[in-house]
């Protein structure tokens, strides 16, 4: 499968560029497949390619590492604290703190989560959610490029995975609906603007022919599609 790339090089920041290269160098020795879900991906495509204005920014990263069993996932953790430019969250166990500031959430899916599609973080399982989603979603995923010297590439969630994974987190917690909510009804909002309003023309031509065509509901129905 070709994945899309987008070129954000230019636009990041060196502190984020480099926190992420720190994590492809550690997570790639390890044989360990990673990508940014979550708002941080969201304000990535929507705003800093599109141009779409994000009322609400989020400045915590999440990423799904796909790892077998519960050593990789630790060992991965270790690794990154190692490098001294993480310590551990005393009070969130998937989170690292990046030079004490940043909040890198890091939730494990694949093998790990079967056959329930679910993780409970060891010993206290305090912290437990649903990954149903994420291996399609890592699938189907999208390249970003942060930096062109050297190339620095890491995995996205696409914007319809996105939206399956805010489905999946409205479903899972009550508590994140309202969040949830907002973000769902800001990529169905937005989509055509996020690069798809010619894809509408060559591939939802149906969506043009309503009497009562509105752009932002053939901008859903056409996420929908692709979800």
Known sequence: MTKKLLDLSGKIDGF???????????????DLPFFVVGATARDY?????????????TYDIDLGVQVPNWD?????????????RFVPDKKQAQRLLY???????????????????????LPEQEVEMSTLGFEEAAQ????????????????FVSLAGLAILKIVSWS???????????????????????GNRERMFDEGADLLESEDFDYEVAGARLLGRDM
């Open 45 to 57: 495509i929507l705003e800093l390619r599109y141009g779409v204005r994000i009322m609400r920014a």
């Open 172 to 194: 899972d917690n009550m508590a994140r609906r309202n969040k949830d909510a907002k973000d769902l009804l800001l990529l169905m909002s937005t989509y055509l603007d996020a």
């Open 72 to 84: 990789s996932y630790n060992r991965l953790r270790e690794s990154l604290i190692a490098t001294e």
């Open 16 to 30: 984020t560029a480099e926190l992420f290269e720190i994590i492809s160098v550690v997570a790639g020795r390890m």
């Open 140 to 155: 189907h995923s999208i390249i970003v490029r942060m930096r062109t010297k050297p190339v620095l590439d890491i995995n």
């Open 99 to 121: 030079k004490g500031t940043l909040s890198v959430d890091i939730i494990p899916f694949g093998a790990i989560a079967h056959p329930e599609d679910r993780v409970s973080w």
